[in-house]
């Protein structure tokens, strides 16, 4: 899942005349980012007189959904990522990429972790070398 995050990990939140930009931060908080005044805030703002009533209410009640989604999530994919590497899942690198890279909330997991890399022609279960997954410009 990626709840709505692009690769970045950042997603906007539409108050009509403004958004914000939220973004997924590598401990999984969320940051938010005025567009309009070109700085960080702390939370949501409550609608202002300009604002589409209806958007901006919208748009904080998914903020709100967001971070209990976030935290459901991470629980999950967690528990799951746990018990397949404790199994000895292997994947190929294109699906290692699609799941690990591409994904938003579980390239915060591929960043966390060392991992092995193997041979893909043999059955050995000694690793060729292990990497750590570093994205520069995220």
């Known amino acids: 899942p990626t709840l709505g995050f692009n690769k970045e990990g950042e997603k906007i939140l539409d108050y009509g005349p403004r958004n914000f930009t939220i973004t997924l931060m590598p401990d999984f908080s969320l940051s938010i980012f005025d567009n309009e005044k070109q700085k960080a805030i702390k939370s949501m703002p409550a609608p202002g007189a300009n604002d589409d009533a209806v958007k901006a209410t919208a ?35 294109g699906s290692w990429n699609t799941l690990f890279v591409e994904n938003p909330i579980m390239h915060r997991f591929a960043t966390a972790l060392i991992w092995g890399v193997y041979d893909g022609q043999t059955d050995r279960n000694v690793p060729l070398y292990g990497r750590r997954h570093i994205q520069y410009g995220r």
């Open 59 to 93: 748009a904080k009640k998914e903020f709100s959904e967001l971070k209990k989604q976030i935290k459901a999530t991470v629980q999950s994919q967690t528990n799951r990522l746990e018990k397949v590497l404790m199994n000895g899942r292997r994947w190929t690198a």
